[in-house]
């Protein structure tokens, strides 16, 4: 059965995440030592990193909201630095929005434009991931025919949720379409299970560690995805 339809993940997929975000975090921090003095004195940096992880243990559901995440912590933090209200709800997204801009700013891996640009003149792309990427501020959103995340379905990868949504937003089936992905259980053994094909994108040469199954086809350097796709054509 021909290949219609190829999912990809963003995060440490098509770029590295981690220091991006450390990068967006300390830029909506500094935002807060000038705009809301008051509250940089009860949250220090690394305080206020905590602060995000505390809530997301207390409060489960918005786990997978990693943006109203971001806004109820910075709610909360105004708050408690005496500004309440719409005052306090607008601050945080002032501050949010400056996280945002820079979470935004990444370096795609070498290969990985030059590969979404010849996939997309025979396949429908679509974005599958837990993150809160925005494919418009990156300047890709014109090579994705749609994108899906854990906010806008309300369930994170590996449940199958995500995918369903592509393959219904696409009008395939799970045999007409490959997804690629770094991580072993949230990407690979997530797709499997629905029977979707898979490639996983494994840059820094680790071991396969899953029992459930194993990746359809493997590759060390995003050059190699068109190739890797052209083997499951």
């Given at each position: 059965?021909?290949?219609?339809?190829i999912?990809?993940d963003?995060?440490n997929?098509?770029?590295?995440t981690?220091?991006?975000i450390?990068?967006?975090?300390?830029a909506?921090?500094n935002?807060?030592?000038?705009?809301?003095?008051?509250?940089a004195?009860?949250?220090t940096f690394?305080?206020l990193?905590?602060y995000?992880?505390d809530?997301a243990e207390c409060?489960p559901?918005?786990?997978d909201?990693?943006?109203?995440?971001?806004?109820?912590?910075?709610?909360?933090?105004?708050?408690?630095?005496?500004?309440?209200g719409?005052e306090?709800r607008q601050?945080?997204?002032?501050?949010?929005?400056v996280?945002?801009?820079?979470?935004?700013e990444?370096?795609?891996?070498?290969?990985?434009?030059?590969?979404l640009?010849?996939?997309?003149?025979?396949?429908?792309?679509?974005?599958?991931?837990?993150?809160?990427?925005?494919?418009?501020?990156i300047?890709?959103?014109?090579l994705?025919?749609?994108?899906?995340?854990a906010?806008?379905v309300g369930?994170?990868?590996?449940?199958?949720d995500?995918?369903?949504a592509?393959?219904?937003k696409?009008g395939?089936?799970?045999?007409?379409?490959?997804h690629?992905?770094d991580?072993?259980?949230?990407?690979i053994?997530?797709?499997?299970r629905l029977?979707?094909?898979?490639?996983?994108?494994n840059?820094?040469?680790?071991?396969?560690v899953?029992d459930?199954?194993?990746?359809?086809?493997?590759?060390?350097?995003?050059?190699q995805?068109?190739?890797?796709v052209?083997?499951?054509?």
């Amino acid at each position: 059965m021909a290949i219609k339809l190829i999912t990809l993940d963003l995060d440490n997929t098509l770029w590295e995440t981690d220091p991006v975000i450390i990068k967006a975090e300390k830029a909506c921090h500094n935002w807060i030592v000038e705009n809301v003095p008051q509250a940089a004195e009860f949250y220090t940096f690394e305080a206020l990193r905590q602060y995000k992880n505390d809530i997301a243990e207390c409060y489960p559901q918005l786990r997978d909201k990693v943006s109203e995440l971001r806004i109820e912590v910075l709610r909360r933090v105004f708050l408690q630095a005496g500004i309440s209200g719409d005052e306090g709800r607008q601050k945080a997204l002032q501050a949010f929005d400056v996280f945002y801009k820079t979470r935004s700013e990444v370096t795609l891996f070498d290969g990985a434009l030059a590969a979404l640009e010849t996939l997309k003149k025979d396949h429908q792309l679509m974005a599958v991931t837990n993150g809160n990427a925005d494919l418009k501020l990156i300047g890709i959103d014109h090579l994705f025919d749609a994108h899906f995340n854990a906010e806008n379905v309300g369930a994170a990868k590996p449940h199958p949720d995500m995918f369903e949504a592509a393959l219904n937003k696409a009008g395939v089936s799970a045999a007409e379409c490959i997804h690629v992905g770094d991580h072993q259980e949230q990407d690979i053994v997530a797709a499997k299970r629905l029977g979707i094909h898979t490639i996983w994108v494994n840059l820094c040469d680790a071991a396969w560690v899953e029992d459930e199954c194993v990746p359809d086809q493997e590759i060390t350097h995003l050059s190699q995805l068109n190739a890797a796709v052209a083997a499951l054509v």
